[in-house]
């Protein structure tokens, strides 16, 4: 899951159009009906987060296997991210979006309504599905909706979405979870995407594709060094993040003894903070793309380690939390930009493959802090997390190379 990027298109999704008009109330409400289309995918993916401890005991399981709630999504979008942008061919890009938007609700009501763990799961599959296929082709609906030089506002606000996931999708979902019950969480946001899907369909014009993506177009990111270290730097930094917050609300309870509301409030600031480090992660990559990914890994890094040392105390918790969140917002952003600056000439393909590699990173985290949770402990998870996160800083700084190129610039942009 990614907060800022880059905008790129599909062959065939780029505008021909040229003017610099401005435009019309009824795109920019386009615009905003994918931003709302974009916070609910957030929220739904992680809303598991905030509820895991109330998720495994009713279902009688571990919380390490409840943690799977996560793990699958990001696994399933991770082949969705290619699959779809390849299946979907010259299909109209407006009801693509709004059969992504579909899986959503259909997850969600599966999920709010079953009590078997498996069935769950395969709706959280489905949600994989609709999260890899938004994320390889969301960011180009906006350049389709708005002449090219508004193109940037566009992105942005359909981006925005993570944003606003994070900072209020996430803690609200904690929040009514621990008020009316978990499956009133899953609920809500399901209700949320009807109202999305609805106005989805009476807002977004018709953005039928003159080309397609194909499989021989996906590796070619793979052909060029540069490109492969951020693909590596991605599965790192990815997996020490969502290693450690994937169960940073059991670790809240466990180790830190903190009440509901107060862990509601922490994951508030947390996305806040987040919000905060987006900004700065723009002002950091425009300066050096490098220091800005050095720069991510020791902020996240260090921040989980010294967490389980910290727990004991709520002020070493907020500031930690608060820290941490800070490094997880200049995340995506530094990693982007390094992405794109290696090739920017292959974004097309290289989309998907960027959205497949972070959502094989956000899986195994979340694997690998399940099978940690279970055998180690809560504090292990951060330790572990931490450390994938330090080994990022470590490889970018032996290993990466700053060089010029258009992408600082357009990464400040956006």
């Given at each position: ?129 609709g999260v890899g296929g938004f994320w390889a082709i969301g960011g180009a609906i906006g350049t389709r909706l708005v002449p090219p030089a508004y193109a940037a506002r566009a992105t942005s606000i359909i981006f925005a ?53 194909t499989f021989r177009q996906v590796p070619e990111l793979l052909r060029i060094k540069k490109a492969r270290l951020g693909m590596a730097v991605t599965l790192l930094v990815f997996i020490g993040q969502f290693t450690a ?170």
């Amino acid at each position: 899951m990614q907060q800022t990027s880059p905008a790129h298109t599909l062959p065939g999704d780029a505008t021909a159009a040229t003017s610099t008009i401005a435009p019309t109330r009824a795109a920019w409400l386009a615009v905003l009906s994918v931003g709302i289309g974009s916070f609910a995918l957030v929220t739904t993916e992680f809303l598991p987060v905030g509820l895991l401890p109330s998720i495994a005991a009713e279902l009688r399981i571990s919380e390490g296997t409840a943690g799977m709630m996560v793990t699958l999504p990001g696994i399933i979008a991770a082949f969705a991210a290619i699959l779809v942008t390849i299946g979907i061919g010259k299909t109209d890009r407006r009801y693509v979006i709004a059969g992504l938007t579909a899986t959503l609700i259909i997850s969600n009501l599966i999920v709010a309504l079953s009590d078997s763990f498996a069935l769950i799961l395969l709706a959280r599959a489905l949600l994989g599905v609709g999260v890899g296929g938004f994320w390889a082709i969301g960011g180009a609906i906006g350049t389709r909706l708005v002449p090219p030089a508004y193109a940037a506002r566009a992105t942005s606000i359909i981006f925005a979405g993570v944003s606003v996931g994070t900072v209020a999708g996430v803690p609200a979902g904690a929040l009514l979870g621990e008020i009316a019950g978990w499956r009133a969480a899953f609920q809500a946001t399901g209700a949320i995407g009807v109202v999305v899907l609805l106005l989805q369909l009476a807002l977004m014009p018709s953005l039928p594709a003159a080309g397609s993506l194909t499989f021989r177009q996906v590796p070619e990111l793979l052909r060029i060094k540069k490109a492969r270290l951020g693909m590596a730097v991605t599965l790192l930094v990815f997996i020490g993040q969502f290693t450690a917050y994937t169960y940073v609300t059991p670790f809240l309870v466990q180790v830190a003894q903190l009440g509901a509301g107060v862990i509601s409030a922490l994951f508030l600031a947390y996305g806040v903070a987040g919000f905060i480090g987006n900004l700065l992660g723009g002002w950091l990559v425009a300066r050096s793309v490098r220091r800005a990914l050095i720069a991510v890994g020791l902020v996240i890094g260090f921040s989980t380690l010294a967490l389980p040392v910290a727990g004991a105390s709520l002020a070493g918790v907020v500031v930690l939390i608060v820290t941490w969140g800070l490094g997880f917002g200049m995340m995506p952003i530094a990693v982007q930009s390094w992405m794109f600056k290696a090739a920017p000439h292959a974004m097309e393909s290289g989309g998907a493959v960027f959205v497949s590699t972070a959502q094989v990173a956000l899986a195994g985290g979340a694997l690998v802090g399940g099978i940690v949770a279970d055998h180690v402990g809560v504090s292990g998870v951060m330790i572990v997390g931490g450390a994938f996160a330090l080994a990022m800083a470590l490889v970018i700084w032996r290993f990466g190379v700053e060089d010029g190129g258009p992408g600082a610039k357009l990464a400040a942009v956006h």
